[in-house]
């Protein structure tokens, strides 16, 4: 049964396929990825210790690229889609027939002053680890179908996903499905559900005038931006969990004896959900409004990048669960096989340009807890940097590399699995 709650959509799964409790080709996959460890360690390490910008990522570009080049089967297709950073790996069953296109994601870009502190090199070895550990089953097993690994640039705001999204990238190889992970330090989770994000650029235009002579003559576009940036605070007080709403002031004129002419805020909106992110901006655009009304100015909103909420899959998180808890040494608390629990502590107000995927099919976006450093800082803070290029972070990575390879040898394997997996995407996106 399906009912709102403030802005929530819940949804029953009770029909997704059932699960058993012992999951199949799990010591074949463990095998695989072990095999690749002492190789795909100097990658993740080179990725690391060189941090590149989004869009700028060659050296991590030309490591994996190079590194994929020599797996058996592969086709390796570097800058592609007009990107000079994104790259394309594909692997046929040599089966030849047709069979579920399974994808995954390997984010490489870094954060700006403070290097890998999102992890970003973990999530390409999880990654890389995972398709080629399902690729092999592939052929070991005469499975018919295909793999597809996406080498995806600037996930820090520059939507590298959107563009491959646009360009064709998932449509061209008629992708199913596509996996990805993400490393913090709280827990692991199957079922990462991330916010809707907006970045807004206001500019206000008023009149110059020396601000001690005569300052009647002039139009205050800060004054503008200030009555704004209160009206913003004020509202806070109306806000939804999971509202977010900050700013930084790019522009606040250019001396302090002038009625200053121009001013210019960025403002970053979150919510929960697509739906609430619009009514959340429509909100705060007024408020831009009744600034520059206020100071007689006039404003100009410009958007820049947006990122969808990520909606994760049921039915691939209940298949990951099961992978990944039978990986975990004895004893270790593991992902909470209750779905709603699980989710409850996959939510985050962090954004990614894999929510867009998600709306565009089903996917699953895994978290996964890394040894903290002595400050037990989270992502984007210069001591998780340090944290992700650990040799046991990287050894984290491989144990969801594996989980992902299992769910991905479900989806081939078990008979309606895929359509399962489409029918709750298809609920819980509304389509």
Request: charged share 20%; hydrophobic share 40%.
């Amino acid at each position: 049964m399906d009912f709102d709650d403030d802005d929530f959509v819940h949804i029953s799964h009770d029909d997704c396929l059932p699960t058993s409790d012992d999951p199949a080709y799990l010591d074949e996959i463990s095998s695989i990825v072990a095999s690749l460890s002492d190789a795909l360690w100097p990658v993740n390490k080179t990725i690391h210790d060189n941090p590149e910008l989004g869009y700028h990522e060659f050296i991590a570009h030309d490591a994996l690229t190079s590194f994929m080049s020599t797996q058996p089967g592969w086709k390796v297709t570097p800058s592609a889609y007009g990107m000079k950073t994104a790259w394309v790996a594909v692997y046929q069953s040599p089966t030849r027939k047709p069979g579920p296109v399974v994808s995954f994601n390997a984010e490489m870009d870094c954060l700006k002053g403070i290097g890998h502190a999102c992890g970003h090199n973990l999530i390409a070895s999880a990654s890389v680890a995972g398709a080629i550990a399902t690729a092999t089953l592939l052929s070991r097993h005469s499975l018919p179908g295909k793999v597809v690994l996406y080498g995806t640039p600037a996930e820090e705001g520059g939507g590298g996903k959107i563009r491959l999204l646009r360009a064709g990238a998932y449509s061209d190889h008629k992708v199913d499905l596509n996996l990805i992970s993400h490393p913090g330090i709280v827990a692991d989770t199957a079922l990462m559900r991330t916010t809707a994000y907006a970045d807004l650029s206001v500019e206000f235009f008023g009149r110059e005038a020396h601000a001690a002579a005569n300052p009647w003559l002039g139009i205050n576009a800060l004054d503008a931006l200030v009555t704004a940036y209160n009206a913003i605070s004020a509202l806070r007080q109306q806000f939804m969990p999971g509202d977010v709403v900050q700013c930084n002031i790019t522009h606040g004129g250019a001396a302090p004896n002038i009625i200053h002419a121009y001013a210019a805020v960025r403002y970053v909106v979150r919510a929960t959900t697509q739906a609430r992110l619009r009514e959340l901006i429509s909100k705060v655009e007024r408020c831009f409004a009744a600034g520059a009304d206020a100071a007689g100015a006039k404003f100009k909103v410009t958007r820049g990048g947006s990122y969808m909420d990520h909606v994760p899959n049921r039915v691939l998180g209940r298949s990951y669960t099961r992978y990944f808890n039978a990986l975990l040494p004895e004893g270790a608390e593991g992902i909470p096989v209750d779905a709603g629990a699980d989710e409850i502590r996959g939510r985050t107000m962090a954004s990614t340009d894999q929510g867009d995927i998600s709306y565009a099919m089903p996917s699953l976006s895994a978290g996964f807890a890394i040894p903290a450093g002595k400050g037990g800082q989270g992502p984007h803070n210069p001591e998780f940097a340090e944290a992700a290029g650990t040799r046991e972070a990287f050894e984290r990575s491989l144990r969801v590399g594996k989980a992902l390879a299992g769910v991905a040898v479900d989806v081939f394997t078990k008979e309606g699995m895929l359509e399962e997996v489409k029918k709750a995407w298809r609920k819980d996106v509304g389509k």
